[in-house]
Nanobody, 121 residues
Framework: QVELVENGGGLVQAGGSLRLSCVAS????????MGWFRQAPGKERELDAA???????YYADSVKGRFTIARDNAKNTLYLQMNSLKPEDTALYFC???????????????WGRGTQVTVSS
Protein backbone atom coordinates (compact mmCIF):
# COMPACT_ATOMS: atom_id res chain seq x y z
CA GLN A 1 0.00 0.00 0.00
CA VAL A 2 1.26 3.45 -0.94
CA GLU A 3 -0.19 6.77 0.17
CA LEU A 4 0.59 9.82 -1.92
CA VAL A 5 0.23 13.45 -0.87
CA GLU A 6 0.72 16.25 -3.36
CA ASN A 7 1.47 19.89 -2.69
CA GLY A 8 2.79 22.92 -4.50
CA GLY A 9 -0.18 23.88 -6.62
CA GLY A 10 -1.54 27.38 -6.80
CA LEU A 11 -2.38 30.35 -8.95
CA VAL A 12 0.27 31.66 -11.34
CA GLN A 13 0.34 33.98 -14.32
CA ALA A 14 1.01 32.67 -17.79
CA GLY A 15 4.74 32.25 -18.31
CA GLY A 16 5.33 31.57 -14.65
CA SER A 17 6.58 28.49 -12.84
CA LEU A 18 5.47 26.11 -10.13
CA ARG A 19 7.02 23.05 -8.55
CA LEU A 20 4.79 20.24 -7.44
CA SER A 21 5.89 17.71 -4.86
CA CYS A 22 4.46 14.33 -3.97
CA VAL A 23 5.48 12.58 -0.79
CA ALA A 24 4.93 8.83 -0.65
CA SER A 25 4.51 6.66 2.40
CA UNK A 26 6.15 3.30 2.73
CA UNK A 27 9.64 1.92 2.28
CA UNK A 28 9.39 0.76 -1.31
CA UNK A 29 9.01 4.08 -3.12
CA UNK A 30 12.14 3.44 -5.17
CA UNK A 31 10.59 0.34 -6.72
CA UNK A 32 7.59 2.13 -8.20
CA UNK A 33 7.10 3.82 -11.50
CA MET A 34 5.77 7.28 -10.73
CA GLY A 35 3.85 9.79 -12.75
CA TRP A 36 2.05 13.10 -12.84
CA PHE A 37 -1.40 13.22 -14.38
CA ARG A 38 -3.68 16.16 -14.96
CA GLN A 39 -7.42 16.46 -15.26
CA ALA A 40 -9.05 19.63 -16.51
CA PRO A 41 -12.78 20.27 -16.04
CA GLY A 42 -14.81 18.23 -18.47
CA LYS A 43 -11.79 16.33 -19.73
CA GLU A 44 -10.30 12.92 -19.12
CA ARG A 45 -7.29 12.42 -16.91
CA GLU A 46 -4.09 12.37 -18.93
CA LEU A 47 -0.47 11.57 -18.21
CA ASP A 48 1.96 14.48 -18.36
CA ALA A 49 5.18 12.85 -17.21
CA ALA A 50 6.45 9.58 -15.81
CA UNK A 51 9.65 8.21 -14.37
CA UNK A 52 10.48 4.55 -13.91
CA UNK A 53 12.24 2.95 -10.98
CA UNK A 54 15.36 2.91 -13.15
CA UNK A 55 15.11 6.58 -14.00
CA UNK A 56 13.76 6.43 -17.54
CA UNK A 57 11.51 9.38 -18.28
CA TYR A 58 8.47 10.01 -20.47
CA TYR A 59 6.85 13.33 -21.30
CA ALA A 60 3.65 14.08 -23.13
CA ASP A 61 4.26 16.21 -26.21
CA SER A 62 2.28 19.07 -24.69
CA VAL A 63 4.77 19.51 -21.83
CA LYS A 64 8.10 18.57 -23.41
CA GLY A 65 10.66 21.28 -22.89
CA ARG A 66 8.56 22.97 -20.20
CA PHE A 67 8.05 20.36 -17.46
CA THR A 68 10.70 18.30 -15.68
CA ILE A 69 9.97 15.24 -13.60
CA ALA A 70 12.39 14.01 -10.96
CA ARG A 71 12.43 11.70 -7.98
CA ASP A 72 14.40 11.63 -4.75
CA ASN A 73 14.22 8.08 -3.46
CA ALA A 74 15.96 9.01 -0.21
CA LYS A 75 13.11 11.42 0.55
CA ASN A 76 10.30 9.30 -0.95
CA THR A 77 9.42 12.33 -3.03
CA LEU A 78 8.42 12.93 -6.63
CA TYR A 79 8.68 16.37 -8.20
CA LEU A 80 7.30 18.16 -11.22
CA GLN A 81 8.97 21.42 -12.17
CA MET A 82 6.61 23.34 -14.43
CA ASN A 83 7.96 26.28 -16.39
CA SER A 84 6.46 28.53 -19.08
CA LEU A 85 3.00 27.71 -17.83
CA LYS A 86 0.04 28.33 -20.10
CA PRO A 87 -3.65 28.85 -19.29
CA GLU A 88 -4.36 25.46 -20.87
CA ASP A 89 -2.21 23.86 -18.16
CA THR A 90 -4.93 24.72 -15.65
CA ALA A 91 -6.03 21.44 -14.10
CA LEU A 92 -6.04 19.26 -11.04
CA TYR A 93 -2.67 17.50 -10.94
CA PHE A 94 -2.38 14.02 -9.50
CA CYS A 95 0.61 12.02 -8.40
CA UNK A 96 0.38 8.32 -9.20
CA UNK A 97 2.35 5.16 -8.58
CA UNK A 98 2.41 1.73 -10.11
CA UNK A 99 4.52 -1.39 -9.84
CA UNK A 100 5.32 -1.25 -13.53
CA UNK A 101 5.61 1.48 -16.13
CA UNK A 102 3.02 -0.26 -18.26
CA UNK A 103 0.52 -0.26 -15.42
CA UNK A 104 1.18 3.41 -14.81
CA UNK A 105 0.51 4.21 -18.45
CA UNK A 106 -2.79 2.33 -18.27
CA UNK A 107 -3.97 4.19 -15.21
CA UNK A 108 -1.76 3.46 -12.19
CA UNK A 109 -2.49 1.64 -8.92
CA UNK A 110 -2.19 4.38 -6.34
CA TRP A 111 -3.32 7.99 -6.53
CA GLY A 112 -2.96 11.14 -4.52
CA ARG A 113 -5.90 13.46 -4.01
CA GLY A 114 -4.54 16.08 -6.35
CA THR A 115 -3.35 19.66 -6.20
CA GLN A 116 -4.94 22.45 -8.19
CA VAL A 117 -2.89 24.47 -10.66
CA THR A 118 -4.50 27.56 -12.14
CA VAL A 119 -2.74 29.62 -14.79
CA SER A 120 -4.17 33.03 -15.53
CA SER A 121 -3.77 34.76 -18.87
Amino acid sequence: QVELVENGGGLVQAGGSLRLSCVASGRTFSRYAMGWFRQAPGKERELDAAITSGGSIYYADSVKGRFTIARDNAKNTLYLQMNSLKPEDTALYFCAAATTYGTLMRGAEYWGRGTQVTVSS
